[in-house]
T-cell receptor, first 118, second 116 residues
């Protein structure tokens, strides 16, 4: 079974500051994928960034980077130079990468509500 | 670029009624996943289909059923609706084995179901 833990229910950050959203995971799979999604108040689920368990370098996508520490089983999202539009709910999610279809679904954490303060 | 289309966007039903939610995946995506997100909750996996066959099943009530059709669109049928079924229902699609560049899922905008 896979489990995602996000320990920060809510965060308030000043505009233009960097912010780190924590995510730890637990899995018995040898290979897996980690995702971050943004969910604004409108409700849609927006993909931000992906990290494969065998990727040697931390993933980056524009202002988003993923601080992947495999030994500690953590996959923290870092948002640089935060903007007011970053205010949203953020979910960390995981998927096993085995060929068994039973591992293909995403398992989500409970999310962190990020509020950017002007 | 084409996205995952879900219909309707909003749906209001009374208790004990039935509801049908539809999901149209991205063209050439052969796998569909359904998730339920209650108010203030994280998305919970309901069911998935690959090539029109059920591939996995999560915490889906017996009152719910789903299928994937020959054109790969999927429908989630919900009967004997309860107040607790009020939620945002997401559909996500992907192409198996993987869809580069991020090996991920594309989510629809969701259907917000309110049971009164």
């Amino acid at each position: 079974a896979q489990k995602i833990t996000q320990t920060q229910p809510g965060m308030f950050v000043q505009e233009k500051e960097a912010v780190t959203l924590d995510c730890t995971y637990d899995t018995s799979d040898q290979s897996y994928g980690l995702f971050w999604y943004k969910q604004p108040s409108s409700g849609e689920m927006i993909f931000l960034i992906y990290q494969g368990s065998y990727d040697e370098q931390n993933a980056t996508e524009g202002r988003y980077s993923l601080n992947f520490q495999k030994a500690r089983k953590s996959a923290n999202l870092v948002i640089s130079a935060s903007q007011l539009g970053d205010s949203a709910m953020y979910f960390c999610a995981m998927r096993g990468l085995q060929s068994n279809f039973g591992n293909e679904k995403l398992t989500f954490g409970t999310g962190t509500r990020l509020t950017i303060i002007p | 670029a084409a996205g995952v289309i879900q219909s309707p966007r909003h749906l209001i039903k009374e208790k004990r009624e039935t509801a049908t939610l539809k999901c149209y995946p991205i063209p050439r995506h052969d796998t569909v996943y359904w998730y339920q997100q209650g108010p203030g909750q994280d998305p919970q996996f309901l069911i998935s289909f690959y090539e029109k066959m059920q591939s996995d099943k999560g915490s889906i009530p017996d009152r719910f059923s789903a299928q994937q059709f020959s054109d790969y669109h999927s429908e989630l049928n919900m009967s004997s609706l309860e107040l607790g079924d009020s939620a945002l229902y997401f559909c996500a699609s992907r192409h198996y084995p993987h869809s580069p560049p991020y090996y991920g899922y594309t989510f629809g905008s969701g259907t917000r179901l309110t049971v009164v």
